[in-house]
């Protein structure tokens, strides 16, 4: 050891801390480490059969815990609600555990709760659903009570006032929400007229009938529209035979679904709903696109992904990370049925809200007209294809890839190619698909916030045609988007 | 991410009073049918992690979850929300990580990973194909260690924490209403603030109280590693010693003396004006910690009062009188003593009052009589539904053995508690309705509409 080193070690000694500590190795500089070798991924096995009188029935049994799901879809929502009578199918859904022909509110209550389940109904655009949990030797009982609910609904006149008068104060309270108000406008700017775009009010909810509630169940509560999911604890042959047992006698029904008609072409439309109180801005900015049944689907989803998705999401890193202007943007593709829209969802606190905006609007054009990176793209499919085994790890999630797969028409072995599927896609194909459905002249425009506080530099920002709607007299009804006052 | 059924009031005060009736009525049957139980392994590191490890191969994914035991109840006085405020710091990068991208290295492999915060803990968790196990335990322990203290990124953090703040509290018709409730209940213990803090004190909170919470709190001692999924058991206590291994040894113990609330005399009442549509009624009465005696009679007493459409409260207020929109409730219990609370939004044209009436009936009515023997059946039901159906996917089941670990520094009760339940008897339900339900220990709110001119 030369001297020089000698003395180094001294010093080294003199600086390390008492008590014969040892000082601590230095944190290594490394890469991440590589990945244990891959496991094989399979779709989990499930059963699908259609009885005799059409309805379609799954089963994915699983046993690790006691449990059985009952998971029941009917392909009718509110797209199918007769005109001026929005929320029809929302109050069929609300009432279809609210009494049966043979068991009251009460009693169905009392039922579902003794066993230790859960039962619960509830309603989207284009369907209706039924859920419920019991557990193994419940099953028999839950299932009786999910065809009992569904086939025999009661629509008593009480329980017609009690539900209507319930949803009545829901939307006395969503109307001051403004994250609610802000989606339901979205989508009634976009879709206009199609009944994809028509918003519950207190008007549309009061004129709606018991003989509007029977008409719906009797037109569109049909086996060969139903999809039921047995999933859970029990084996395949004993699920199929409980489902022939509860809705084996259930007759076909005429379910023709209503005249397709084309939504309106997307047109460049911004709307600001004042909410003096309101401190954050709501803001909602998309257009018409594509249906989920659509040969452009998965890359189109993919674009929408770079833009605001999970793995990539350039609205999150521009808005969140690098400017602290909100706590959460993202840009979704919402493809239904017959047809389907995109939308990027943000807020803001008032004072940001045109540069929140300015922001946004700039993000849609660069993905319209610029290629994206590879990395980027790389980065979005890796997480479409790498995540598919998180999204088949419980019973229900596996249930669901089905239903979905059987309630839009999709080739049911697309499951098995999900990721071969993904992993095809091109940057070229992006930026063809955003050529396409992306229009950034010709958006929907919504903020909800206070209005005095940021419209000059709206126009300022060169927003020039734009309305101001006070929220009390906002109607979606209307063409106009206005009513009298405080008309929700 | 999905919650217990003892976190449905987090979830109430997150994401307000509407969207916590969906999550009860949502919420997913006979107490004879007992769930398997949960197997797993636990170890400590010799610098004071604790690591469990519980295997399922049912599908080749993989989730970890790294618990810190501090939340805002750890907060002191003038920074409240700084606990939370930390956890995004979490976020800005560490030795070999670059800020800002922890998410998307995850979501990179095809995983999925988040943070929250509550008064008790801060849970950082990540689920991922199985082959990444060492990644996630990599870039767990890379934070755990060498964090990057950027006062930049700070500054711009606090703002995203601040629209968090709007979004989930302050925009929304009723997100304030729980705040208004602790504010009220509480004179001393930090469960008076709630988890996202004041406006003023975020603003307040500086690039010291980051290095200093960090330091403080954010050590292997005070941190337990849960991974649970498709691994090799052999392997994955390897990996984990191999890179939580390295992390330093604190320097100092974890401070844990909090001021305690003292016990309430008379009854506190509070009539507040706020901007939102329709009148909201809360009664709530001072309870005790998770893990006494009495928790488990008070979550039974929480599921005869509110479970299911045929519970008390909803079948009286809600369907029979219809003098509310919705009647939710539940027992908070939590690692110190907290609320056990009804909240009911009031029907147009029925009054507050009476709401109130009917609602503290209810409360004194279980003091008075034992529950049926029926009623006590139906409850131990449902939590029976409640403990299998939230045992699902792996990362319910790490919630359960982390918070079993952490909050009742027991494990064995991730299990055990479900033995303990079905012994709970009428007698028990009535015992506690009469420790707790009394008018000293009583908080009564009423928030009304503000008039027009707002």
């Not at chain 1, 096995?45 to 009952?70: D, F, I, K, W």
């Not at chain 1, 943000?346 to 922001?359: A, H, K």
């Not at chain 2, 001393?188 to 960090?214: K, N, Q």
């Not at chain 2, 409640?386 to 359960?400: C, G, P, T, V, W």
Request: aromatic content about 8%; proline content about 7%; hydrophobic content about 40%.
């Amino acid at each position: 050891m030369s001297t020089r080193g000698v003395a180094a070690v001294l010093v080294a000694l003199l600086l390390a801390p008492a008590a014969g500590a040892q000082a601590p190795a230095p944190w290594p500089s490394e890469p991440p480490p590589a990945p244990l070798p891959a496991r094989q991924v399979n779709f989990p096995p499930y059963e699908l059969r259609t009885l005799a009188n059409g309805m379609r029935v799954v089963s994915v049994a699983h046993h690790e815990q006691p449990a059985v799901t009952l998971r029941l879809l009917v392909g009718a929502g509110a797209a199918e609600d007769p005109a001026g009578k929005t929320g029809v199918a929302d109050l069929v859904a609300q009432l279809l555990d609210q009494g049966t022909t043979s068991r009251s509110a009460s009693e169905i209550a009392d039922l579902i709760d003794t066993i230790g389940g859960a039962l619960g109904t509830g309603s989207g655009t284009d369907l209706t659903s039924v859920f419920a949990v019991v557990m193994k030797d419940s099953f028999d009982v839950g299932m009786d009570l999910v065809s009992d609910v569904v086939r025999h609904p009661a629509f008593s006149p009480e329980e017609i006032e009690r539900q209507r008068e319930q949803a009545a104060s829901q939307l006395q309270v969503n109307y001051e929400d403004p994250g609610y108000v802000a989606s339901v406008l979205f989508d009634r700017l976009v879709y206009g007229v199609h009944p994809y775009g028509r918003a519950r009010t207190l008007q549309t909810l009061g004129r709606i009938t018991r003989d509007d509630l029977r008409a719906f169940h009797a037109r569109h509560f049909a086996p060969n529209n139903v999809i039921l999911a047995i999933v859970g604890d029990i084996a395949a042959e004993e699920a199929f035979a409980a489902a022939e047992r509860v809705f084996g006698s259930w007759p076909r029904g005429d379910v023709a679904a209503w005249e397709e008609e084309a939504p309106p072409a997307a047109t460049r439309r911004l709307v600001v709903v004042d909410k003096p109180d309101a401190v954050q801005t709501e803001i909602r900015v998309g257009q018409i696109a594509i249906p989920r049944r659509h040969d452009e689907f998965l890359a189109f989803d993919l674009a929408v992904k770079i833009l605001g998705g999970e793995g990539a999401n350039r609205l999150h890193r521009v808005l969140r990370s690098e400017r602290g202007l909100t706590y959460g943007a993202e840009a979704d593709t919402r493809a239904l049925k017959y047809a389907g829209d995109f939308v990027a969802q943000t807020n803001t606190r008032t004072e940001t809200t045109v540069e929140t905006l300015r922001l946004t609007l700039q993000e849609f054009g660069r993905i319209q007209q610029q290629p994206v990176f590879r990395g980027e793209l790389g980065d979005a499919k890796a997480y479409l294809a790498g995540s598919f085994p998180l999204t088949i790890e419980t019973p229900n999630d596996i249930a669901t890839t089905v239903i979905n797969a059987v309630h839009y028409d999709l080739p049911i072995d697309e499951i098995g190619t999900y990721r071969e599927r993904v992993g095809a896609i091109m940057p070229a194909d992006i930026q063809r698909v955003a050529r396409r459905f992306i229009h950034p002249e010709r958006l929907s425009i919504v903020l909800v916030g206070n209005a005095s506080a940021f419209t000059a530099d709206l126009r300022e920002a060169g927003f020039t045609d734009f309305d101001v709607i006070p929220i009390a007299q906002l109607d979606l009804s209307s063409a106009t988007l206005r009513g009298g006052v405080g008309t929700p | 991410m999905r919650l217990t059924p003892r976190r449905l009031a987090a979830r109430v005060s997150a994401c307000g009073v509407i969207c916590g009736l969906a999550a009860l009525t949502l919420a997913p049957t006979e107490a004879a049918v007992r769930p398997p139980k949960l197997q797993y392994e636990t170890f400590v590191l010799d610098n004071g992690l604790r690591v469990i490890l519980s295997e399922d191969h049912s599908t080749p994914i993989v989730h970890v979850s790294v618990w810190y035991h501090v939340g805002s109840k750890n907060e002191r006085p003038g920074r409240t929300g700084f606990a939370h405020l930390f956890e995004h710091m979490m976020f800005k990068g560490s030795h070999n990580v670059e800020p800002e991208t922890h998410t998307s290295i995850i979501a990179g492999v095809g995983g999925r990973s988040n943070a929250y915060t509550t008064e008790d803990e801060t849970v950082f968790w990540q689920t991922l194909p199985a082959q990444y196990l060492p990644l996630a335990l990599w870039l767990e322990a890379d934070r755990m260690a060498t964090l990057r203290i950027d006062e930049a990124a700070f500054v711009r953090e606090r703002e995203v924490v601040k629209e968090e703040r709007r979004l989930r509290v302050e925009n929304p018709p009723y997100g304030r209403l729980t705040e208004i409730l602790y504010d009220h209940a509480f004179t001393t213990h930090p469960y008076r603030h709630p988890t996202i803090g004041s406006m003023a004190d975020l603003e307040a909170a500086s690039i010291a109280d980051v290095r200093d919470f960090y330091e403080t709190f954010y050590v292997p001692e005070n941190a337990t590693v849960t991974i649970v999924g498709d691994f090799d058991l052999e392997q994955a206590r390897a990996l984990a010693t191999r890179y939580f291994g390295r992390v330093p040894k604190a320097e100092r113990p974890v401070p844990r003396d909090l001021p305690e609330e003292p016990a309430h005399e008379a009854e506190r009442r509070a009539v507040v004006e706020e901007p939102w549509p329709l009148p909201a009624i809360v009664v709530a009465y001072h309870v005790t910690y998770d893990g006494h005696p009495d928790a488990y009679p008070l979550h039974i007493a929480a599921k005869i009062m509110f479970d299911g459409d045929s519970a008390r409260i909803p079948r009286e207020l809600v369907y029979e009188r219809r003098l509310a929109l919705t009647a939710v409730g539940s027992g908070n219990i939590t690692e110190h003593p907290n609320l056990f609370y009804s909240i009911a939004i009031v029907q147009p044209g029925q009054r507050p009052e009476a709401v109130e009436r009917a609602m503290i009936a209810e409360f004194e009515k279980m003091a008075a009589e034992p529950v049926l023997e029926s009623e006590l059946e139906r409850a131990k039901n449902q939590f029976a539904r409640d403990y299998i159906i939230s045992r699902e996917s792996n990362q319910d089941k790490a919630l359960h053995l982390a918070h079993a670990a952490v909050i009742h520094n027991d494990i064995t009760t991730a299990d055990g508690e479900f033995d303990i339940f079905t012994n709970v008897s009428t007698a028990d339900v009535q015992r506690v309705a009469r420790t707790y339900f009394t008018p000293e220990n009583r908080v009564v709110l009423h928030v009304l509409p503000r008039g027009p001119g707002r």
